[in-house]
Each structure stands twice: as C-alpha cells, then as structure tokens.
C-alpha cells in the first residue's frame, strides 16, 4: 500500500530528524499521566527490546517526578497476553505503585492505544498527559495521526533509548506472573480482521467514542 511504503520510508529517517531535542528536560510540572502503547509479548523467558525501551523511559519518567501515573494500554491482539497487564506486571516489578497503574485492555491497533487511554484520562480529569514510546513509534503515530486529523490532545515524549540502554539496560532481573494476563480464549486479530480492516486499524478509523469507559488498576491483577 502506497500509504505504508510511505510511513516506511520517513520512519528510515525519523531517528537522525525527528525528536532530536530532549523534550523531558523542559517538563517544568509533572503530568498527571503518561501513555505507554502496548506491544505483543511471548513467554520466552527473555524481555523484549521494545518493552524495554518503552518501560524503563515510562518507569524513568515516574521515578524522577515527571508523571504521577501510568496508563498501560493493549488488549490480547497477536498472542493470548494482554499487553497492557503484561506492562503493568513489569512496571510492579520495577517497584512502581500498582495504584499508580492504570490498565487499558481494549485496543488493538497504535492509535487506539493512545483514543482508549485519553478517554480513561479525561474520565479520571487528567488534563496534562503524554504519549510514552520509541521514537520510530512515536514518529509513526504524530505522522497518522496528522494524515487522518486526528486530534490528540496528549504530548509525546519519545525514549532516548542511548539513555535506557547506558542507566537501564542490565539493572534489572525481572520475572513475572504472565500467566496473570493469559486471556482464555484468545483469537489471533489476524482471524478477526481482514488485511484492509487491519490497515484502517492502524491509522484510526475503525475507532469510535466508547459508550463505557473502562479501566483497571495494576493492584487487582494481584487480586486474581
């Protein structure tokens, strides 16, 4: 698809131009939430990159005052583990208030991670929040957003991953409970959705306005 091909090609870019300045320096007051977007996550007994990155900036923002909590965002869409409680057990590990963790567990595509988590936001009357992530993820969600018009009332604050990696990267054993985010009856998106849904998916618009809003703390998965 010529949009993607697109997208692909400025991400080849966006780590030498975009975000080139260190945004978290300049946040003079705490938000009152950060987004972190969910990623698949397999038990292999090894933590992904990519949950590295995205945790350890989200966890760094936390314990250095910058955000007074965490919105973990992601359902069970490629394997049958909840991103956003996969997240949030992580984040516990990491020694981080679970009543400070807020679990989205619907969203299925980049996009909707960041509409679900504001409408959680807006419910709770957070009225300061950002989008946590990589940056070629962070690139990829403003570029969508601003193509689709979306509105996203949030800033973004992309990982300076040179930083994770130097102060973060080997500190920490983690080990989880995944099984506390096993979804029974899991369906793979891919079986839910056609190729072209899933690609509207992506750019946001098979999102609607929820009728309910709805959202979990990190503390009840304890409560299994």
Request: hydrophobic share 40%.
């Amino acid at each position: 698809m010529k949009t993607f091909s697109s997208i692909l090609i400025i991400l080849l870019f966006a780590s030498a131009t975009a975000f080139s300045g260190d945004r978290l320096q300049k946040v003079e007051t705490p938000y009152d939430a950060i987004i972190v977007p969910g990623y698949p996550f397999s038990p292999n007994g090894k933590m992904n990159p990519i949950y590295k990155v995205r945790l350890y900036w989200a966890y760094h923002m936390y314990k250095t005052g910058k955000t007074k909590r965490i919105i973990v965002s992601g359902s069970a869409v490629h394997t049958p583990y909840v991103e956003g409680k996969v997240y949030a057990l992580y984040l516990v590990e990491l020694g981080i208030d679970p009543e400070h963790i807020i679990i989205e567990d619907r969203a299925e595509h980049s996009l909707e991670n960041v509409f679900y988590s504001m409408e959680i936001a807006k419910e709770n009357g957070f009225e300061k929040v950002a989008v946590v992530s990589d940056k070629a993820h962070s690139f990829m969600m403003k570029y969508l957003a601003k193509k689709f018009d979306h509105e996203i009332a949030a800033d973004f604050i992309p990982a300076r991953w040179r930083y994770v990696i130097r102060k973060y990267w080997n500190k920490f054993d983690l080990n989880i409970d995944y099984k506390k985010a096993y979804q029974p009856g899991f369906v793979h998106i891919a079986m839910k959705k056609t190729e072209t849904q899933r690609g509207l998916g992506t750019s946001g618009q098979l999102w609607k306005p929820s009728e309910e809003i709805c959202w979990t703390y990190a503390s009840d998965l304890f409560q299994q």
